[in-house]
């Protein structure tokens, strides 16, 4: 038995169609600011930094200034796509010695230590003055007006100022002024960022006196917030001793590492799938992860499944497992390690993972040999990955996969790097009437993790603690070397032309929720909102991202709307299934065309926050 939440054919919300412009975006009032801006005659890249820059306000828990903004986007103009890397490096400063010194294992999840470039402000206004038509004054007016005078307060934001805002007045005294005074907000409630909406007054200020054009006034804009306030107001901030679980240190991010950044233009990584053509950004994210899963399922006949049927699940949970197991052996930034890309998207490279996909869950962590070469695993996974595992045969999987001998103390024994607090992310897709479309998955710079800047009303980044400090890894920490972030905007193209925009917040799940939503779409024929609304399932396997890296082999989280005989099938499979409420795994959203010509555009109901709007 099949059990579905939404009886065939029938959708939690409309499904948006129209002619003239579509967005899509992980809050409401960013969508609607996007949809602004396209009523107001900007193109698909002015609506997005504009949904952007109120993601920065609304959602200070998901993403901020201070984060990172990855982007994959079609330019009509140039029937061309084009990935923006939106990804800070590490600072100059930050190597594994100074790490190891103050006693760590891991790079922590909170605090300065774990600070890149922040590069958000940097994406967006490059999007601008690359293909973008409007002011940045325009494009930034929504995000001032809801700094300025308020914006109601998500029920998780609440949550998160409630749990760790009590922990701020003597440790994190901007934070806690910030957003705990007099007490933390309750849902709904109204609140705003008045600090932040002077940042924003200020970069505009300096824009308009040192720029007469509009790309004089965005590169002025740059240069206030990489050069100038912005920059000295950080730089300052990060050499300020802290006390926290470490003792007394400073952070390691200089002024002169944010003046010798610019976010760049790249090409993306792209496979085919029958009849249809992904694009991701490079193995600096893991968005080729989605594009092996996708190869390695070429090998099934996924259009004789039904959505939600075990099968479908048991298969694709096993496909994320290989995919995910060669993101850790062998992706990095490419400028600083060679990756076998190539090499992993190949046919016969997938077609030969694709025979390690059996009747059984498997318990291991195996990343495959690309050109016949040893894959190499962080040392610290064995330790870190044994307890989850429920014996002595499987707590030595990750050694048998090819993780190299180690000796030390047991992971505990490093200094404590302090409690994990991390956030989430925040996305954003619009399609134009021109054919532009973009995708953007801003993140990072969560105000429970980093403290407030006193005087910018926003916070560093934390994504270096997706670095590993051993040494010789495609991911190991080096000066100006990008992390292996997770964030994953995608772009579907057929016949040459765009035909979705799609991303999803989610951390390590990101290529995970939005695999089963491009199968139900492009395999089994649902409806763009129909493929958001279906159940959705992932797995834990594979050691995350982030700080601590715990994993936890053989898992599946899945939500009971699959329905108790799948679950149970799962079970029997070898799967190690939590069952999680329904309408709590993921946060789709997704733009494009359909074969009338139509725009399309769908949003998760998940969360009661997600909305698509267009016309």
């Given at each position: ?36 801006m ?33 982007m ?29 010194d ?21 994406s ?10 409007m ?33 701020w ?10 957003w ?74 200089r002024?002169?590492d ?11 990584v792209?496979?085919r ?16 992860v ?6 390695l ?5 996924i ?34 390690v ?15 993972r ?45 050694h048998r ?34 054919g532009n ?12 993790s ?9 916070c560093?980044?934390?994504?270096a ?52 939503f ?17 159940a ?21 989280a ?48 998940r969360?009661a ?7």
């Amino acid at each position: 038995m099949v059990a579905m939440h939404l009886p065939p054919g029938f959708t939690t919300r409309p499904e948006i169609k129209g002619t003239f412009g579509m967005v899509a975006a992980s809050h409401w009032l960013a969508a609607q600011a996007g949809m602004g801006m396209l009523e107001r005659g900007g193109n698909a890249f002015d609506a997005a930094a504009t949904a952007g820059f109120v993601l920065e306000v609304v959602e200070p828990h998901q993403n901020g200034p201070g984060g990172e903004a990855p982007m994959v986007l079609w330019s009509a103009a140039e029937s061309h796509v084009f990935v923006v890397d939106g990804q800070g490096p590490a600072p100059a400063m930050a190597t594994p010695e100074r790490f190891l010194d103050l006693g760590l294992e891991l790079v922590p999840g909170t605090g300065l230590l774990a600070a890149c470039v922040p590069a958000a402000l940097g994406s967006w206004l490059l999007l601008l003055e690359r293909f973008g038509t409007m002011p940045l004054r325009e494009v930034l007016a929504p995000a001032v007006h809801y700094a300025r005078h308020g914006f109601p307060v998500l029920p998780v934001l609440s949550r998160v100022l409630a749990e760790v805002g009590r922990d701020w007045a003597t440790s994190w005294p901007a934070t806690a002024e910030l957003w705990c005074s007099p007490q933390p907000p309750s849902p709904g409630e109204r609140r705003n960022n008045e600090v932040l909406a002077g940042t924003y007054e200020r970069i505009l200020r300096e824009a308009e006196v040192g720029g007469r054009t509009r790309e004089g006034q965005l590169e002025a804009a740059r240069r206030a917030v990489y050069e100038g306030f912005v920059a000295e107001a950080i730089d300052a901030f990060a050499r300020t001793p802290v006390h926290d679980e470490l003792g007394v240190h400073e952070g390691f991010l200089r002024g002169d590492d944010l003046a010798s950044w610019r976010p760049s233009l790249e090409e993306p990584v792209r496979r085919r799938y029958r009849d249809i053509e992904v694009a991701k950004t490079g193995p600096w994210g893991q968005g080729p992860v989605l594009l092996q899963q996708l190869g390695l399922l070429e090998g099934f006949d996924i259009a004789d499944l039904a959505p939600g049927r075990a099968e479908l699940v048991h298969l694709t949970t096993e496909c994320a497992k290989l995919a995910l197991a060669d993101r850790e052996a062998w992706y990095g930034d490419p400028r600083f390690v060679e990756v076998p890309l190539e090499e992993l998207l190949s046919g016969h490279y997938c077609d030969g993972r694709q025979r390690l996909v059996g009747e059984e869950a498997s318990l291991e962590l195996r990343p495959g040999r690309p050109g016949g070469c040893s894959p190499r695993l962080p040392a610290l996974l064995e330790r870190l990955s044994a307890p989850s595992y429920a014996g002595p045969a499987e707590a030595s999987a990750y050694h048998r996969a090819g993780a190299p001998a180690h000796g030390g103390q047991p992971a505990g024994a490093g200094r404590s790097a302090g409690p994990a607090r991390p956030g989430d992310t925040c996305h954003v897709d619009v399609v134009d009437r021109l054919g532009n479309m973009v995708s953007a998955t801003p993140s990072g710079g969560w105000l429970q993790s980093s403290p407030a800047i006193p005087g910018l009303g926003f916070c560093l980044g934390t994504r270096a603690q997706m670095f590993w400090l051993e040494e010789g890894l495609p991911n190991s920490l080096a000066p100006g070397k990008r992390p292996r972030t997770t964030l994953s905007p995608g772009l579907v193209l057929r016949d040459g032309a765009p035909v979705l925009a799609f991303g999803t917040p989610g951390g390590d799940q990101q290529d995970q929720w939005t695999l089963p939503f491009l199968l139900y779409h492009f395999d089994l024929g649902l409806g763009l909102q129909e493929s958001i609304d279906a159940a959705n399932w992932h797995t834990t396997h594979v050691p995350s991202s982030f700080y601590p890296r715990d994993a936890h082999p053989g898992s599946v989280a899945a939500e009971r709307t699959l329905g108790p005989d799948v679950l149970e099938d799962l079970r029997r499979r070898g799967h190690r299934v939590t069952e999680l409420p329904e309408w709590s795994i993921g946060r789709v959203t997704a733009v494009g065309t359909d074969e009338r010509g139509l725009l399309v555009a769908g949003a998760d109901p998940r969360n009661a926050q997600a909305y698509a709007t267009g016309r």
